[in-house]
């Protein structure tokens, strides 16, 4: 087994009840590898944004108000102008105003990040997350 390092880790009591609570309902057995896996998860969330030339894949999920002016050609136009590295748009309607879309993407990690950045500027967009797979 690979060595390990302990480290001391403070929380506020609200953040921490929470945290127990939720790797409760999970079937977590420690607090330990809980932290590990969120850590994980963290790292490798944020890990291709250093790697700017090498080729990546994930999705970026967005959600926008169809009804702001002139959104929706913008929105298309930048996913046109990044065709070489988008594989597949699914787009569901999640309100009258609200639509999600789930734009997979394969490509050099800079390039993914242009796309992401373009996007995520846009006026009407909500909310934006990148979410690329590093195995």
């Given at each position: ?23 409760g309902?999970?079937?977590y057995e ?7 896996d969120?850590?994980r998860?963290?790292?490798s969330d ?22 702001a002016?002139?959104?929706e050609?913008e ?16 787009h ?8 999600l879309?789930a ?12 796309l992401?950045?373009?996007l ?16």
């Amino acid at each position: 087994m690979p060595k390990v390092t302990r480290i001391g880790v403070t929380f506020p009591p609200e953040l921490l009840k929470d945290f127990d609570e939720i790797i409760g309902k999970m079937g977590y057995e420690s607090r330990s590898k809980a932290i590990q896996d969120a850590v994980r998860l963290y790292v490798s969330d944020r890990k291709w944004l250093k790697e700017t030339d090498t080729i990546q894949t994930g999705v970026i999920l967005m959600v926008y108000d169809h009804d702001a002016k002139n959104l929706e050609s913008e929105l298309t136009e930048t996913q046109h102008e990044h065709s070489k590295i988008i594989t597949s748009t699914l787009h569901i309607h999640v309100s009258e105003r609200d639509c999600l879309e789930a734009i997979a993407v394969k490509g050099k990690a800079s390039e993914i990040h242009h796309l992401s950045d373009e996007l995520t500027t846009r006026r009407g967009v909500k909310i934006l997350k990148t979410t690329i797979v590093t195995v």
